[in-house]
């Protein structure tokens, strides 16, 4: 419970300077998980904020948690397995090309998603700014897109799962079933435990992922160089032979084009996760500090990973190596990762083995994600009243098991798995799951168009964080994945000998996200008579006393910390000038003088 007047805010523990010229009366308003009450005495208003703890969510995720999660977040099977796939279907030329485009766009995505979290976190996310600057009925549809498609996604990396362990144990002789049910089990435990483990845990398995990505970046460059085991540089020479392009469904240009188009797809599916830190803002401690350093690690997590990993795979990999499982049509122990193909390649033993279960936990690391994000959305579609209210129910940890709990279940389809190929699978998830997200960042690009809009409109200045590229470039993204979206699935029409004149399933699973969202705009829209928000009526408000008090407190720590820290030379210097023996003090020690020396610098938890 908080206690807040216009000049200060206080609970039982803490003194927080507050400090705020804004009006109580028409800028405090509450976020659906809390109450006002506002008193006057003495001409002194006050105003008793109660959480509901019952549908509150906990700010247990560090600085360090965001960081580290928003650097990992998108290192999943789309960088690790999806790469294996556009590199056997176009050629080295075309990942090159396209990872780096796709790159770009996502780039000016994540920096407008920023800007807004940056001004006004809310625990809806994304989802919540559609419905303030676009339409209610977008936030709504924009929703359910969001946790279908995650809810998708968490299948999807049980597939890669299965796949990556194919490596070990063929499918032949062991059910890929048991691996999905163990890994099922783990996930859906590590969600459950709370917030704050689910932060330390990503915390260390996106710095595994990380520093394995590193390393394997640093051995491509040296495999290339000339420096494995058969001393063989290979530079470009799979550039020339099989060659750089692969011809897609055509001879010549045509064919070349195609073949880069078609791969788009694929990038994009690679960086589908990106906007991980858009659900995060909702639960981090000191967003407005957090997010800024999150996203200027986002250009060159890109730049690092994603572009150097594509370029040193199409030198160490031909496109048409039978060591690549997407390139063979055979149901083999063949790796699906393209990364492992580059080791075995060179000759190097015992390493391929190591990298594979690196790349495992990848794939785990994704999966925990992928159910993080689809229970969050959910929880925050319950909370905005767009979901049943029963699944914005959290336990004392902070944990909506509602919410998880029907994720998980979408969960099961991963057990297509049992009765069909792994790679015709994955590649059914990935063509749904990819339309479902190029609508998602159609629908946050266009928010933040709104956004910069109603500020513009409304004279707020956005102090904390602006995306470089501003509102052009978020229309120029917009354009862009919505031409993607539109085209990505243009092979379903070309004949084939596999599937003759027109793929069925792939136009079903690969185009059905539009009607999906397009009905559930269209049934909102319908149902509540919502109408699109006009710039000046945008709400820029609702939430933003809550953020300024949790920001005043932070601040309020930092400055009671830094007390301390400065206590500590103070507390050496005075003993060591007085002649005694300098030894090192207990931090319980330093916390104790200083908290008797210099008044107030009490740590504040």
């Not at 010549?252 to 599916?269: C, E, H, K, P, S």
């Amino acid at each position: 419970m908080l206690y807040a007047t216009t000049n200060e805010a206080m609970t039982d523990t803490k003194m927080v300077a507050a400090d705020t010229t804004m009006s109580v009366d028409e800028s405090f308003k509450i976020t659906p998980n809390l109450e006002a009450n506002v008193s006057i005495h003495n001409g002194l208003k006050t105003i008793e904020v109660v959480v509901d703890e019952s549908t509150a969510l906990h700010r247990g995720l560090r600085a360090r948690h965001t960081t580290m999660i928003a650097l990992g977040g998108a290192l999943g099977s789309g960088l690790i397995i999806g790469t294996g796939s556009a590199l056997a279907s176009a050629g080295p030329a075309p990942i090159l090309i396209c990872y780096s485009v796709v790159g770009f766009v996502v780039w000016i995505m994540l920096t407008g998603l920023c800007e807004m979290g940056t001004y006004l976190p809310i625990p809806e996310g994304f989802t919540g700014y559609a419905s303030r600057f676009v339409d209610p009925a977008m936030g709504f549809a924009l929703g359910w897109s969001y946790w279908i498609k995650y809810s998708m996604s968490t299948p999807n990396q049980l597939t890669a799962v299965a796949l990556v362990l194919q490596y070990w144990v063929p499918a032949d002789k062991l059910n890929p079933g048991v691996f999905i049910a163990i890994f099922l089990i783990v996930i859906i435990l590590i969600n459950y435990i709370g917030v704050k483990f689910f932060g330390e845990f990503e915390f260390w398995l996106s710095s595994a992922k990380v520093l394995t990505l590193v390393g394997v970046i640093l051995l491509s460059l040296v495999l290339a160089c000339g420096g494995g085991p058969d001393h063989d540089a290979k530079g470009f020479r799979y550039w020339h032979n099989p060659g750089a392009f692969k011809e897609f469904n055509a001879k010549g240009d045509l064919g070349r084009f195609l073949g880069v188009w078609n791969t788009m797809g694929t990038a994009a599916f690679a960086y589908l996760s990106t906007e991980f830190i858009g659900v995060t803002v909702g639960e981090a401690q000191n967003p407005r500090k957090t997010i800024p350093r999150a996203a200027r690690l986002i250009f060159y997590r890109i730049l690092f990973f994603y572009i150097l990993s594509v370029f040193f795979l199409g030198m160490l990999v031909p496109y048409n190596s039978k060591e690549l499982a997407f390139a063979t049509k055979q149901n083999t122990s063949a790796n699906a990762s393209p990364f492992v193909v580059a080791i075995v390649l060179a000759g190097i033993k015992v390493l391929p083995g190591i990298v594979n279960a690196c790349i495992l936990i990848f794939v785990f690391s994704a999966a925990i994600s992928d159910l993080y994000i689809s229970s969050r959305t959910l929880y925050g579609l319950a909370q905005s009243g767009k979901a049943p209210r029963f699944l914005a129910k959290t336990d004392r940890r902070g944990v909506p098991i509602p919410a998880l709990a029907a994720s998980a279940f979408i969960a099961l389809l991963a057990f297509m798995n049992v009765s069909s190929d792994s790679k015709e699978v994955f590649g059914y998830f990935v063509n749904c799951i990819t339309m479902f997200g190029l609508i998602v960042w159609c629908c946050i690009i266009l928010s933040h168009i709104k956004f910069v809009q109603a500020c513009k409109v409304q004279n707020v200045p956005v102090v904390h964080y602006q995306a470089p590229l501003g509102f052009w470039g978020s229309c120029f993204a917009f354009c862009f994945c919505v031409l993607v979206a539109l085209t990505k699935n243009f092979k379903v029409f070309i004949h084939t000998e596999s599937t003759g004149n027109f793929d069925h399933k792939n136009f079903i699973v690969g185009y059905i996200a539009i009607p999906v969202f397009l009905f559930l705009f269209t049934w909102y829209k319908i149902v509540y008579r919502t109408k699109g928000v006009p710039a000046s009526e945008a709400d820029l408000y609702t939430g933003l006393a809550e953020v300024e008090l949790h920001e005043k407190e932070w601040e309020e720590k930092e400055r009671a910390d830094a007390l301390i820290e400065k206590s500590k030379f103070t507390i050496f210097y005075k003993r060591s000038h007085r002649g005694f023996a300098r030894r090192p003090f207990s931090q319980e020690m330093i916390r104790r003088r200083a908290a008797r020396w210099v008044p107030g610098a009490r740590r504040l938890e």
